[in-house]
T-cell receptor, first 117, second 114 residues
Framework: KAGVTQTPRYLIKTRGQQVTLSCSPI?????VSWYQQTPGQGLQFLFE???????NKGNFPGRFSGRQFSNSRSEMNVSTLELGDSALYLC????????????????FGPGTRLTVT | TQLLEQSPQFLSIQEGENLTVYCNSS?????LQWYRQEPGEGPVLLVT?????EVKKLKRLTFQFGDARKDSSLHITAAQPGDTGLYLC??????????????FGKGTKLSVKP
């Protein structure tokens, strides 16, 4: 079974621009979560989607947004990029959003390394 | 305030040594997971623990969930260079029947020297 895929793997943008990152979950997984990872803050939760609905949202400004499509694929968008947005953006998928703990075990993609100059 | 505190932050040991990594919180978690991450890659799930006092073994790795479900530990026996990586614990809290998002500790960076 193919794992979580994220595109692009690397991205360089300029301050003020916007960016869209894409995530394809494991086949059969219906929940997708996004995280930002930086050396100083570690892994911080952005948002979680299930059945095209945002279920949980982290403490990030409104410049960060996301969506999930009917095939469970997800995208996240960052508008008006700032230098501090430089980070590894990770997507994770899980079978479900409810049920036993094993049904929402998260499996991560390799991430998108975003550099803002 | 970090909800999940991991210690130590850094650990450098020789091949063959044993080590324990800790993950502590003042909050109760409905489940807790451990991941290992290598540079430039996403975290890889190692184990999920859900019951207070639960112990799970994965080859040379032993995971324990505290009785009160507020803490966990990861013990590695006879560490090998291939164990090198960032070890992350992550927990979910239950909010009146709804599952909250996964909360991560900042990780323990382990280096095992041959």
């Amino acid at each position: 079974k193919a794992g979580v895929t994220q595109t692009p793997r690397y991205l360089i943008k300029t301050r003020g621009q916007q960016v869209t990152l894409s995530c394809s979950p494991i086949s059969g997984h219906r929940s997708v979560s996004w995280y930002q990872q930086t050396p100083g803050q570690g892994l911080q939760f952005l948002f979680e989607y299930f059945s095209e609905t945002q279920r949980n949202k982290g403490n990030f400004p409104g410049r960060f947004s996301g969506r999930q499509f009917s095939n469970s694929r997800s995208e996240m968008n960052v508008s008006t990029l700032e230098l501090g947005d430089s980070a590894l953006y990770l997507c994770a998928s899980s079978r479900s959003f409810t049920g036993t703990a094993y049904s929402y075990e998260q499996y991560f993609g390799p991430g998108t390394r975003l550099t803002v100059t | 305030t970090q909800l999940l505190e991991q210690s130590p932050q850094f650990l450098s040991i020789q091949e063959g040594e044993n080590l324990t990594v800790y993950c502590n919180s003042s909050s109760v978690f409905s489940s807790l997971q451990w991941y290992r991450q290598e540079p430039g890659e996403g975290p890889v799930l190692l184990v999920t623990v859900v019951t207070g006092g639960e112990v799970k073994k994965l080859k040379r790795l032993t995971f324990q969930f505290g009785d009160a479900r507020k803490d966990s530990s990861l013990h590695i026996t006879a560490a090998q260079p291939g164990d090198t990586g960032l070890y992350l614990c992550a927990g979910r809290k239950n909010y009146g029947g709804s599952q909250g998002n996964l909360i991560f500790g900042k990780g323990t960076k382990l280096s095992v020297k041959p």
